[in-house]
C-alpha cells in the first residue's frame, strides 16, 4: 500500500513523472492507433483484391448466361459456370425459383453452411469453414432474374495476413518498449537541472550565499534563463545579507561604548549614594541589571556578525582547565543567589585546546542559562570529566529541561525551547556557545529531560604534556 502510494506520487507528484506518463499514454496511443489503422487497411486491400480478381472473372458471365434460351438449359449454365471456377473460386447460378446450379465434379460445389451464411449477406463477407476462409460474394444479378455468386477460397492469404500481423505485434511491442526507454531517458534529461537547481537551493545557507553559484552548461533555454535569474537573486540576497551584518555590527559597535558609560554611572552612583532612597536604589539596580543583560546581547551579536564575517578571532592554546573552572565558578557564584557546586576529578593538571577568555564566556553564558531555566534554590553543578580523547566540561541543572524536538534547534539563532518562559531571552546565547566552542575546535551537546534538568557538554581536545612544554 505504502510502495503503492510511493509509485503514484512519484508518477503524478513530479513533474518528471507527469512528463512521463503523458508521454507514455500519448506514445502507447499513437502506436497502438497506427498499427491498427495499418492493420485494418490491409485487411480491407487484401480482400478488396481478392473481390476485384473474382468480379473480373465473372465481367462476361451475365451477358453469355442472358444469351441462353428462356428458361436456359441447365447444363449450359454449368458450362458457363465451369469456364470461369477453378479450385480456388468456385461461382454459381441462383435461379428465380430460388434453386441453384453448381458446376459439375470435379470441382466442389460449397458446403451447405457456406450456402447458408453466404445467402444471408449477399453483399462481400469472410466465412470460416472446415477450418478455411471463405470470402462469399452475389457478383452478378441478371436483368432477367437470377443471380451469380461466387466463394474464394483465401485461406492462405489469411494465414498470411495472420503471421503479418504476429510479426506486427512483435515489432510493435519491441517499438512501444525501446521508445519507452528513449523517453525515459529523455525526460530525466530535461528535467536534470531543474533538479540540481532544486538540490543546490536545499544547501544554500546564509553562510554559504556567497559561494553559491548556479550554472548548466547545456540546459533548455528556459531552465537557463531560471538559473540565470536564481544567481541574480542569490547575489542580491547576498548583498543584502553582507549590509544586514554589516548594519548590526555597527550598531552594536556605536550602542556599547554608551552602555558602559551608563552602566559604570549607575555602579558608581550605586557605591558612593549614600542617600539613597531603597526605592532609588532598588530603581537603579534594575537598570544595572538592564544594562547588563543590553551589553550582554550586543557582545553576543558582534560575535555572530563576526562570525558570519570570518572575523571572529578565537584561538586554540593549551589551556589549564583546573584554575580556569575556579575562576568560572567564583565569578558564578558572585553574581547568583544560589550554590554553583564545582567537580573536578583528581588529575594534577588537564589541558585542553582552547581560547582560555571564550570558554570562560562559554561557561558563564552555559551557567547563566543554568540558573535562568531552574528553580531559584536549585543547585548548579560545574563538572570536568576527563578521558584519553577527551576532556568535557557539563554544566548540569535540575531545572525546567528542553522538549527533546527543540534539543537540536535551540543552538540555532534566535530560537528558543517551547517550553521557555516567555520575554526572558533573545535565543542568541547558545548560538553564540557554539560558535565559540566550534572556533575552539571542539563540541557542544546536550542531554536533557523535560522537568528534570539539563546538563549542557562542551567535548575539547586534550593537549598532551609533550606538545604543552
Ligand atoms: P535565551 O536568551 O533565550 O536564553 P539561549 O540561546 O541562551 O537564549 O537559549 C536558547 C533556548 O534554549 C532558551 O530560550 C531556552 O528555551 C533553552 N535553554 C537554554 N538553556 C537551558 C537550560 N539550562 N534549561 C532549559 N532550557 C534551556
Known sequence: MTSQRHWRDRLLGTLQGQLQLATYVTVFLGFTGASCAGLWVSERNLFRQHSMMVEQSAAGIAQALERLPDPPSRLRVQQQLESISDKRTIFWFQQNDGSLIFPRSPLQPPSAYLLERAQAQPS????TDAQRRFLTKEVQRLPSGGSVWAACDVSVSSLAFSSYISWMILIWSVCLVLTLLVVTVLVRRIVR???QLSELTETVTA?????????????????SRLAENYEELLQRLSLSWSHQRQFVSAVSHELRTPLTIVGGYIKRTLRTGDTLEVSQRNGLQTAEQETLRMRHLLDDLLDLSRGDSGRLSVSQQPVALLPLLEQVQELAQ????????LLLPDSAELIANADPDRLQQVLLNLIENACKYSGPQAPVELALLSSPDELTIEVRDQGIGVPPEDQERIFERFQRATNAPAGEGSGLGLSVVRLLVEGMGGQVSLRSQLGRGSVFSLHLRPVERADHT
Do not use: G, K
Not at 124 to 127: A, F, L, S
Not at 207 to 223: G, K
Open 334 to 341: 558572585s553574581t547568583q543567589q544560589r550554590s554553583i557546586v
Open 207 to 223: 553562510d554559504t550565499l556567497q559561494n553559491s553559484h548556479v550554472q548548466f552548461s547545456a540546459a533548455p533555454e528556459e531552465i
Open 124 to 127: 462481400q463477407q469472410v466465412i
Open 193 to 195: 537541472p531543474l533538479r
